[in-house]
């Protein structure tokens, strides 16, 4: 009987812990990245509804709006606990995909245009309140590894697009049509199953807090280097529909290594808690033999910690739109309007034009750029998987990396920003310079550093400028992109992109009208518009180097003392409460 009182209870407090959460934390990472297979199932849109390629990129453009406008879902994180956040999300996810599903597949009548980009814009904002949920709670509930924290959640984002793909070649074989399917359902269920499981917790030290990291590093990568291996073997091997099954079980079973790694490091904690616990009556007795009265100490101990209390009470009654030009010290918490304001968060907003504009462009064209240059459907669809492979490693890269040039030689965060927008600019010009084979090395520049450039913003936000309010700052921080992409992808890419097309078709003698699908073939069809985004990458580089300067002397600081002392006033506060109970 005693023992199934400790498995219950040690069974409630894994539910319960912060391991538990971040595992369930990385499952839906790993389901809200669906965004990123847009350019394997951009086709099946495009065909079916008769888009040309300004359509096409219209809609694209709204799929980069609603992935990247997350304001609702910050300001709604603010007001409301974090399984709400998550609720709506799954709801929105699973609409907005569904319809777009039922219209491709003729089971509804065609929409109007502007009726796909609402779905799509929907569908896609749904990934803001998987993110803001899980992603934002994991920051919180491990400030100190923030950098690690984020390399993974955005890492697990990264690989999403790699792994749908294994499961919809398992689930529906090669039916793009189907894929959006899967995309509609399998998110949406994720963050149902773990709707309760993820929310903010007291935090104290864990002793292998930094190891754990590591070994879920690890795991990703053996997921990543699987993943790849797959891609590239059912590149070059007809597989048969058990073989995509036996793929797809593989990955899962990686995929739910971290689960494991929860389990154990849950028992860590939790016997260090009981040894704790057991020690705490012959201390008690040992230390103050001559007190009649337990209270005394425990009163002593307190007033430090009301003090703390008090201060940290007082910071709070401070409004979020108060104060505005009045900006606390870099690193403290900012307000929404102080941060929004700053000159800091300005720079980022160039940056993150430029960068994640230039990038979400390329990932959204990476369709038809293969089709542009002769590639099959087939390969495509390698091209994404890779991109999404690549894209992963920039994120964890990022985060780990950073956080040990920051920690070692106080290397600013900013710096490697401005080296994650120089990157992009070569595989621009590479796509406008295409050779064989040209587009698989376009693919690991483009997507790694859009990896970094997405990690390095999230980190950086929260460093400049606090956690308080965090869950509004980071999805107001990337606003810019969405914008970027519209101007670039729309105005720019999609604009020469028919240009182009409609001299091949006088060049044949026909006319718009008498073809249902714009389509432009050769290596000239992109050589002007990503001659631009290369140019555009480069200007950001340049801007970005200004926060670098303004930084400089902020990352050279312990930027992570505050919430030492933090977790250092959790410990005593726990073991003050372990004592009263005892």
């Known amino acids: 009987m005693a023992h199934d009182f400790k498995l219950c209870n040690f069974t409630l407090q894994f539910l319960r812990g912060r391991w538990f959460m971040m595992f369930a934390s990385y499952l839906i990472m790993a389901g809200a990245g669906a965004t990123y297979l847009f350019g394997v199932y951009s086709k099946t849109i495009k065909s079916t509804l008769g888009y040309d390629q300004t359509t096409l990129n219209l809609l694209s453009t709204f799929k980069d709006l609603g992935a990247n406008v997350g304001v609702l879902s910050g300001l709604l994180a603010e007001v409301t606990p974090t399984w709400f956040v998550l609720l709506i999300g799954s709801l929105m996810n699973l609409s907005g995909y569904l319809l777009i599903w039922l219209a491709v597949t003729k089971k509804i009548a065609t929409p109007k245009i502007w009726h796909m980009c609402v779905y799509i814009c929907i569908g896609a904002n749904s990934q803001n309140f ?9 920051v919180k509930n491990f400030p100190e590894s923030r950098g690690m924290m984020l390399g993974l959640m955005k890492g697990f984002v990264g690989l999403s697009g790699a792994i749908f793909t294994q499961l919809y070649l398992a689930i529906y074989g090669n039916d793009s049509k189907s894929l959006i399917l899967l995309i509609a359902w399998l998110p949406a269920l994720l963050s149902m199953i773990f709707i309760f499981s993820i929310r903010e917790k007291k935090f104290s030290r864990h002793p292998n807090e930094v190891k754990v990291f590591n070994v879920t590093l690890v795991i990703s ?12 073997a059912q590149k070059y091997i007809d597989f048969s529909h058990i073989g995509y099954v036996a793929c797809a079980t593989i990955v899962c079973v990686v995929l739910f290594c971290p689960f494991f790694v929860a389990i154990r490091e849950e028992y860590t904690s939790w016997k260090l808690k009981k040894e704790e616990l057991e020690s705490v009556p012959s201390r008690v007795i040992v230390e103050e033999p001559p007190l009649p009265e337990s209270k005394a100490p425990v009163s002593e101990i307190e007033l430090p910690e009301y003090s703390s209390m008090v201060k940290i009470q007082e910071k709070k009654e401070v409004g979020c739109f108060n104060d505005i030009f009045k900006k606390p010290k870099r690193g403290e918490d900012y307000t929404i309007l102080q941060a929004l304001l700053s000159i800091d968060m300005l720079i980022l907003f ?29 390969t495509i669809s390698t091209f994404v998987s890779l991109m999404s492979i690549w894209n992963y490693f920039g994120r964890v890269c990022s985060g780990f990396i950073s956080e040990k040039l920051l920690l070692k030689w106080k290397v600013p965060r900013t710096l490697m920003m401005t080296f994650a927008l120089i990157l992009p600019a070569i595989g621009d010009l590479i796509i406008a310079f295409p050779f064989s084979g040209s587009v698989y090395v376009a693919s690991l520049l483009i997507g ?14 929260s460093e400049l400028f606090g956690l308080k309010y965090y869950s509004t700052l980071f999805n107001c921080g990337q606003l810019a992109s969405p914008l970027g992409s519209y101007i670039l992808n729309v105005q720019v890419v999609g604009r020469l992109y028919d240009n182009e097309a409609l001299k091949q078709l006088e060049n044949k003698g026909l006319t718009r009208l008498m073809v249902k699908e714009l389509t432009c073939i050769g290596k000239q069809c992109y050589r002007n518009s990503f001659i631009i985004l290369a140019c555009v990458n480069i200007f950001g580089a340049l801007v970005s180097l200004i926060l670098v300067k303004r930084t400089m002397d902020y990352y050279k600081s312990d930027i992570y003392k505050r919430f030492r002392d933090q977790m250092e006033a959790n410990e005593k506060e726990i073991k003050m409460i372990s004592t009263a109970e005892k």
């Open 448 to 461: 790694f550093s859009f990896g970094v450039q997405l990690t390095l913003l999230f980190i950086i936000i």
């Open 130 to 138: 998987a993110n803001t949920g899980s992603l934002v709670t994991c």
């Open 221 to 232: 990568i053996v997921l990543a280097l699987l993943l790849m291996g797959m891609t590239i």
């Open 350 to 378: 160039v940056a993150t034009f430029c960068g994640l504009g230039c990038s979400l462009t390329s990932i959204d064209n990476l369709g038809q750029i293969g089709e542009s240059l002769g590639y099959p459907q087939h």
